[in-house]
């Protein structure tokens, strides 16, 4: 049983999640574009970025399925493998692109989301936090996509040095 979730989960529901979610942002994107007059808010401007980096992650985990492999846990057989998960393309592709720059993008992502989180607070009643409000106030868009950038790539260095590349295979080729 549990080779049949693996295999829907990687095979199936990945796929079909990310090419949802790329549809789903590529239409806020547009919808967030038509309504140009209302872009000069920060708000939009946040949930925009968030968009183009949500597309970017789910492009990323669209290809991840070509270095994963479902095999019989019993007689350690291979379900369904791709033919150049072993490559060192493929490999460096899940360390780099997966890991690395994958968790970069999900964290500056929710950092973003943050940013909108607070602006759609603002929006909303008239008695704010002066701390917010002041926060507000000092962090420009770029400042915060920046402050976002760094942080991000400070927290996913950690994935470049867990991983490395497999050269016990046969298949170990520079492709």
Same mark, same amino acid.
């Given at each position: 049983m549990k080779? %049949? $979730?693996? #295999? %829907?989960?990687? #095979?199936? %529901? *990945?796929?079909?999640? $990310? *090419?949802?979610?790329?549809?789903? +942002?590529?239409?806020?994107?547009?919808?967030?574009?038509?309504?140009?007059r209302d872009l000069k808010e920060k708000y939009f401007k946040y949930m925009s970025f968030n968009a183009k980096l949500n597309c970017i992650y789910c492009i990323i985990y669209l290809?991840?399925?070509i270095n994963e492999c479902v095999s019989i846990?019993? +007689?350690? *057989?291979? #379900?369904?493998? $791709? $033919?150049?998960?072993?490559?060192? #393309?493929?490999?460096?592709y899940k360390i780099i692109f997966v890991e690395f720059i994958g968790g970069c993008v999900k964290m500056c992502a929710n950092l973003t989301f943050v940013f909108v989180t607070l602006h759609r607070y603002?929006?909303?009643?008239? +008695?704010?936090s002066k701390f917010v409000e002041k926060l507000l106030e000092r962090i420009t868009f770029k400042r915060s996509i920046v402050i976002s950038i760094i942080l991000s790539l400070c927290f996913s260095i950690q994935f470049i040095l867990e991983y490395s590349i497999n050269k016990n295979s046969d298949l170990y080729q520079y492709n």
């Open positions: 080779t %049949l $979730s693996k #295999f %829907l989960i990687v #095979f199936i %529901l *990945i796929p079909a999640a $990310s *090419i949802l979610g790329i549809t789903f +942002n590529i239409l806020l994107i547009h919808v967030i574009k038509v309504g140009e290809l991840s399925p846990d019993q +007689n350690k *057989i291979d #379900f369904v493998c $791709s $033919s150049i998960r072993k490559l060192v #393309f493929v490999q460096y603002m929006l909303i009643g008239k +008695n704010h």
